[in-house]
Structures are given as C-alpha cells and as structure tokens.
C-alpha cells in the first residue's frame, strides 16, 4: 500500500522567507501528485498538479517539483507571508486512489 | 463556480440517532468523492461514484454508513445509527475525471460530525 510522508509536521518560519515543504512516498507507479492548502475549519484547496510526466509545476510564488525515482516531491514558497499560514498536505495517486499525507502545518510570523 | 457545498456544516448528535450529510458537486464534473478526515487516521476515502453510479465503497467502514447519488448534482451520506466514533470531518470533493486517480480535485468545506 502506498505510504505517504510529510515531513516535518509543522514548521514556523518568519515573514518573507523561502522555505520548502517535503512529501516522500513509498510506490513509484503514480499518476500524479496534488498539493493542498487547509485552513483551520476549512476544506482542502487545491494549490498544484503534477502529471506523472512532468517534473514540475509553478504557480505565482508557489513551484512544486516531482521526483518519482526517488519518491519525493517539494513545495517551494518563496517570499513567505503571514496568509501563507495553514496546513499543507500532498496527494499521491495510483491504484484508483488518492493517497494523502498527513500534512505539514505551517506558520509564518510576521 | 459556487464550488462544492456541503451541508450541513457542523451536527451535533446523540448516539444511535440518523445523520445525513448533503454534497452538491461543481457543475459539470464527473466525479464525486466522500472522504472523512480525523487526527488519528488523517484523510480516508470513503466512497466515490462516476457519473452517479457507486464505482468503490471499499473504504466505507460499517454496514451503518451508506450513500446514495440520486443525480448529478447532489448526493448523501447516511450514518445509521451513529456512534461516537463516527466523530470526524466529512468533506466531499468532485472532480471532472472519471477516476479518483487522474484528475484534480475540489473539496467542499466539510461537514464537521460530533456524535455524543
């Protein structure tokens, strides 16, 4: 069974620095990977899909990059600010299912 | 796109009584999902349907849980009778994509259960 990693489980940085989100999963054969944003009380929001083929999606300040060899993928913020602040979980598919980790939470500190 | 709605947003409930959760997808996807999301298991897959027919309800936990997609724009999940270990978030999610696997998806902004 795929085996989803988020490592680390929270994470607070300051306003306006860089940082970089991990996710690792264990089976290789994936037909993408879905990062998420949660706020607290709130549902998921997607936040970028990497097709297996790809090695990496950008969107504004957020970059995502997939590694499957190696099973892992990255979420580059860059510039961080304090509406940034949420949990970040990443999705990997296979097997007619989604497969989440359970989410780094993250706080930026004005 | 109003996005998924859920409904309701917060039950409070007794133990052995009725729950019924409401999802209206986006229009127009293919593809609805119920998952439920706790502390200890993180998010589960409950079950998911394909153009409004049940493809996989492996991860549905009892016989007490059932849902029902009568047409494309809305479906529920049913608890019955409810216990308290039923205590979670339910969200729902659509996608345009015919499988769970291969398309990007939408999560409402979850039903939050306590079950007393």
């Known amino acids: 069974k795929q085996e989803v990693t988020q490592i680390p489980a929270a994470l607070s940085v300051p306003e306006g620095e860089n940082l970089v989100l991990n996710c690792s999963f264990t089976?290789?054969?994936?037909?993408?990977l879905q990062w998420f944003r949660q706020d607290p009380g709130k549902g998921l929001t997607s936040l970028l899909l990497?097709?297996?083929?790809?090695r990496e999606q950008t969107s504004g300040r957020l970059n995502a990059s997939l590694d499957k060899s190696s099973g892992r993928s990255t979420l580059y913020i860059a510039a961080s600010q304090p509406g940034d602040s949420a949990t970040y979980l990443c999705?990997?598919?296979?097997?007619?299912?989604?497969?989440f980790g359970t989410g780094t939470r993250l706080t930026v500190i004005p | 796109d109003a996005g998924v709605i859920q409904s309701p947003r917060h039950e409070v409930t007794e133990m052995g009584q009725e729950v019924t959760l409401r999802c209206k997808p986006i229009?127009?996807?293919?593809?609805l999902f119920w998952y439920r999301q706790t502390m200890m298991r993180g998010l589960e897959l409950l079950i998911y349907?394909?153009?409004?027919?049940?493809?996989?309800d492996s991860g549905m936990p009892e016989d007490r849980f059932s849902a029902k997609m009568p047409n494309a724009s809305f479906s529920t999940l049913k608890i019955q009778p409810s216990e308290p270990r039923d205590s979670a978030v339910y969200f729902c999610?659509?996608?345009?994509?015919?499988?769970?696997?291969?398309?990007?998806?939408?999560f409402g902004e979850g039903s939050r259960l306590t079950v007393l």
């Open positions: 089976d290789s054969a994936i037909y993408n």
């Open positions: 349907f394909n153009n409004n027919v049940p493809i996989d």
């Open positions: 990497i097709q297996s083929s790809q």
């Open positions: 999610a659509s996608s345009q994509g015919l499988r769970v696997d291969t398309g990007e998806l939408f």
């Open positions: 999705a990997v598919s296979g097997a007619n299912n989604l497969f």
């Open positions: 229009s127009g996807h293919n593809s």
